[in-house]
């Protein structure tokens, strides 16, 4: 669905991702782990359009994204959601939902689109006329995740749904990332909880200094010492490497 390959992005002239490259098939989740500053936000802001790349190609469904605004690759049917949420605290949970379908061509597309969100979401229905800033974590992060959905789209991008959430809000954020995913949607997942992303991901990248560092499954990465030394803290397997 989504191919990235030799990426070269960053900001003004300070190039971050160094010839990244990465797939996402269709209807399976995807991970990008890495240190702070590797590229992960960067490559996801880079294949939203946020930032225009340097060099490289990113395509969607072998359609070419280089050069599309925002709006036009969610179109395309691509969704993002940022670490923040970009929620708008002072306006309801139904507001911020009918701000998400903004691109839908009429009211009544956009009514059936929150009706089929309200169905996946229905804690969100019955908190719908209450401002989001007085939401829960988990319950804003679900809002995030919820009006990114009301266009509809075929892969999500999301960076960091865990950060800033205690546990149970954890555990709930990604008991609904697989339940979107068990749907046929297909996710980019930007995450600095490891074994989180590790439980539910069908295939893990990589990023260290804005270059691929590894490529693989959950299982493959958990048999690299290198990368489970440095990832999941196996001390242990540290000891067997050295």
Excluded: W
């Amino acid at each position: 669905m989504l191919e990235v390959g030799e990426l070269r992005s960053g900001y003004g002239r300070l190039e971050i991702l160094q010839g990244v490259t990465l797939q996402v098939a269709p209807g399976t989740i995807v991970g990008v782990i890495g240190p702070n500053g590797a590229g992960k936000s960067t490559l996801l802001k880079t294949v939203f359009g946020y930032l225009s790349p340097f060099g490289g190609r990113i395509t969607l469904e072998d359609q070419s994204l280089i050069g599309l605004r925002p709006d036009q690759i969610l179109r395309l049917g691509t969704g993002f959601v940022a670490q923040a949420g970009g929620l708008f605290a002072d306006m309801t949970v139904h507001e911020n939902l009918q701000l998400g379908g903004y691109g839908l061509p009429s009211r009544h597309e956009v009514a059936r689109a929150l009706d089929a969100v309200y169905e996946q979401f229905p804690r969100l229905r019955e908190r719908r006329r209450q401002a989001a800033g007085s939401l829960s974590g988990g319950e804003q992060r679900a809002l995030a995740l919820a009006r990114a959905l009301v266009m509809r789209p075929k892969l999500l991008l999301l960076d960091e749904p865990s950060a800033a959430l205690a546990p149970q809000f954890i555990d709930e954020v990604y008991a609904t990332i697989q339940a979107l995913n068990r749907s046929g949607l297909a996710l980019l997942i930007v995450e600095q909880n490891v074994e989180m992303i590790l439980s539910v991901a069908h295939r893990v990248f990589v990023l260290d200094l804005g270059r691929n560092a590894f490529d693989g499954t959950p299982a493959e990465l958990r048999q690299t010492d290198r990368i489970r030394r440095l990832y999941l803290g196996d001390r242990q397997g540290a000891s067997r490497a050295d």
